[in-house]
T-cell receptor, first 116, second 114 residues
Framework: DTEVTQTPKHLVMGMTNKKSLKCEQH?????MYWYKQKAKKPPELMFV???????INESVPSRFSPECPNSSLLNLHLHALQPEDSALYLC???????????????FGPGTRLTVL | AQSVAQPEDQVNVAEGNPLTVKCTYS??????LFWYVQYPNRGLQFLLK??????LVKGSYGFEAEFNKSQTSFHLKKPSALVSDSALYFC????????????FGSGTRLSIRP
């Protein structure tokens, strides 16, 4: 299985809602990532988990809260978002954090988030 | 500051012609270099990478890329374009000193006309 799956595909939420995005991979990868992508722009790194521990937080607002329950799952909890947070949220994984960045990343199809 | 430049927002090529998508980088040391492709409403797909060794790297779907250290470039090429190659292409770089952080270029939209 060489897939990264993400649910839901689409999400519409109000600014007072709490929702979660889910990401799953069964490739045995030990690094997992969350990215935010605006239309026609490159992905922007948000968080990196290495061996289930948060290793990078790119100064992301606290209304985004990541969680890595186990080596296959990655969640992104959303609360009190703003309309400017509307974007495509991509999850990715790569094989081995110890490889020093030489491993390519496998991306999921993304969750299209709209904040009203 | 470390950066990746894709100087062309859009590249237009006729089907069957060769294509080149340009990428230059400014990253210290000997970075790892990648190309990814994104089709509409999809995540990114890995195409190829340069780690070390032969400067010409072959990847998926007939694509290849040439690493040029003196020009700090990593241009993506394909000898004969297909309409199905039309997509958004991202060059990316990982510095060996900050291995978890990938730096993406701004992207180049490739359009192949029949």
């Amino acid at each position: 299985d060489t897939e990264v799956t993400q649910t839901p595909k689409h999400l519409v939420m109000g600014m007072t809602n709490k929702k979660s995005l889910k990401c799953e991979q069964h490739m045995g990868h030990r690094a997992m990532y969350w990215y935010k992508q605006k239309a026609k722009k490159p992905p922007e790194l948000m968080f990196v988990y290495s061996y289930e521990k948060l290793s990078i937080n790119e100064s992301v607002p606290s209304r985004f809260s990541p969680e890595c329950p186990n080596s296959s799952l990655l969640n992104l909890h959303l609360h009190a978002l703003q309309p400017e947070d509307s974007a495509l949220y991509l999850c990715a994984s790569s094989q081995d954090p110890a490889s020093g960045g030489a491993s390519e990343q496998f991306f999921g199809p993304g969750t299209r988030l709209t904040v009203l | 500051a470390q950066s990746v430049a894709q100087p062309e927002d859009q590249v237009n090529v006729a089907e069957g012609n060769p294509l080149t998508v340009k990428c230059t980088y400014s990253v210290s040391g000997n970075p790892y270099l990648f190309w990814y492709v994104q089709y509409p409403n999809r995540g990114l797909q890995f195409l190829l990478k340069y780690i070390t060794g032969d400067n010409l790297v072959k990847g998926s779907y007939g694509f290849e890329a040439e690493f040029n250290k003196s020009q700090t470039s990593f241009h993506l090429k394909k000898p004969s374009a297909l309409v199905s190659d039309s997509a958004l292409y991202f060059c990316a770089v990982v510095s060996r000193s900050s291995a978890s952080k990938i730096i993406f270029g701004s992207g180049t939209r490739l359009s192949i006309r029949p």
